[in-house]
């Protein structure tokens, strides 16, 4: 996975915590929609690092 690409994953998985310990003290609901979201945005980052590394991988062996 590329740098950017890295930064970005972890950057939006640290706004969407943040985000989910801010609504925990103002609205419950919010707060578990908020959590499932970064699971999502986390989950998501692995999903395209293995594909990425999968492909990378496919690559190398066609060579």
Do not use: C, D, Y
């Amino acid at each position: 996975m590329s740098k950017p690409l890295s930064l970005w994953f972890a950057v939006s998985s640290i706004i969407l915590m943040s985000a989910t310990a801010v609504m925990i003290s103002h609205n419950g609901w919010t707060a578990i929609l908020l959590a499932l979201l970064t699971l999502f945005n986390v989950g998501f980052g692995f999903i395209v690092k293995a594909r990425l590394r999968r492909r990378a991988e496919g690559q190398a062996q066609l060579k």
